[in-house]
């Protein structure tokens, strides 16, 4: 499903009720607080994304270095992981459907190719692999299973805040320490570094809601 039909899809669902699906929040209601509006995202962060192994194709973790810092320092550094056989194609689809929506322009509780939002972009992408999500990243930071950020897979959902664990704002991990999301502060859907001192900082957790 290319990535404006399951945007289409995902307005379509959960009809007037922000935990029925991607709907559109009721006007006053802000589906996201998110602190990348406050300040922009440093130029050391990249946007390029690492290509996807080819179809079927089936690779190994890199080798570790050893134990993870912690995310709070800028020390951290997210696993170089690639897709397994196991889990590939959902993972494959949702990695490449987020990168379909790169440039997007960001607009706060839009959900398609017109404009959309950190929710918003988690909501339509993983509607397109028909996996129903809430409308808003404090709502989805409930959603599968907490994963430990040493194990993260391409697919997982990465959650960012504050120190004291609130959550508000959300992307997509998309390996080799890449990461898709609609960022406020840069007006557009992009890739960037999960390794950069800004987003390290920030990084509250990781969940996996793929099988």
């Known amino acids: 499903m290319r990535p404006h039909a399951a945007a289409a899809l995902c307005a379509l669902l959960g009809a ?5 699906g991607c709907a559109t929040p009721p006007r ?7 602190p990348m509006d406050a300040a922009p995202v440093p ?25 993870q810092p912690s995310p709070g ?7 170089a992981l690639q897709l397994r056989a196991s889990s590939g194609g959902l993972a494959r689809a949702v990695v490449q459907t987020a990168h379909g929506y790169v440039g997007v322009p960001y607009r706060r ?21 028909r996996i129903e999500l809430p409308r808003t990243c404090v709502e989805q930071a409930e959603m599968g299973r907490r994963v430990p950020l040493r194990e993260i ?24 320490g890449a990461f898709i999301h609609a960022s406020g502060s840069e007006g557009r859907v992009r890739v960037d570094d999960l390794g950069s001192s800004y ?3 920030r990084l509250t957790g990781a969940r996996r809601v793929l099988p």
């Open 16 to 20: 007037a009720i922000l935990t029925g």
């Open 28 to 34: 006053g209601v802000s589906p996201d607080d998110d």
């Open 43 to 67: 130029a050391a962060a990249t946007n390029s994304l690492p290509p996807a192994p080819a179809s079927g194709a089936a690779t190994d973790p890199a080798p570790s270095s050893g134990g």
């Open 73 to 79: 320092g800028s020390s951290f550094r997210a696993p």
């Open 109 to 129: 509780g839009g959900i398609d190719q017109r404009g959309i939002d950190c929710s918003g972009l988690v909501c339509a992408v993983f509607s397109a692999v």
């Open 153 to 176: 897979r391409p697919g997982d959902l990465l959650f960012f805040g504050h120190k004291d664990g609130r959550v508000t704002h959300v992307g997509i991990y998309a390996g080799e």
């Open 199 to 201: 987003f390290a900082a």
